[in-house]
């Protein structure tokens, strides 16, 4: 079982940065891929973006590529969510979570940490 605790959330104004982070623990050796995603109210959870363990695959949701950067740090067993450039948009809880594809889909996952909110305003 893969516990997930995440962090780095917040307000910020548009135009600013964050730096989420989400510490897993448990069998993590069970995962292929780690990644992030968010949900804003009245909205479906969204894939924002996915690692492997290994760091070769990464993929990016559309509306968050060349903002957002994703990492991951095994000897500290650490995901971590470089956010730059925030728009309103991007305001959501979001979450990390840990599956066997790499996919952008909610529904393949079954752990999931408590999410860490982002803000986004002025």
């Known amino acids: 079982h893969l516990q997930l605790v995440e962090s780095g959330g917040g307000l910020v104004q548009p135009g600013g940065s964050l730096r989420l982070s989400c510490a897993a623990s448990g069998t993590t050796s069970n995962y292929a891929y780690i990644g992030w995603f968010r949900q804003a109210p009245g909205k479906e959870r969204e894939g924002v973006s996915i690692?492997?363990?290994?760091?070769?695959?990464?993929d990016y949701a559309d509306s968050v590529k060349g903002r957002l950067t994703i990492s991951i740090d095994n000897a500290k067993n650490t995901l971590y969510l470089g956010m730059n450039s925030l728009k309103p948009e991007d305001a959501a809880v979001y979450y990390c979570t840990g599956g066997l594809l790499g996919i952008m889909d909610a529904q393949h996952y079954r752990s999931w940490g408590q999410g860490t909110q982002v803000t986004v305003s002025s």
């Open positions: 690692i492997s363990m290994s760091g070769v695959y990464i």
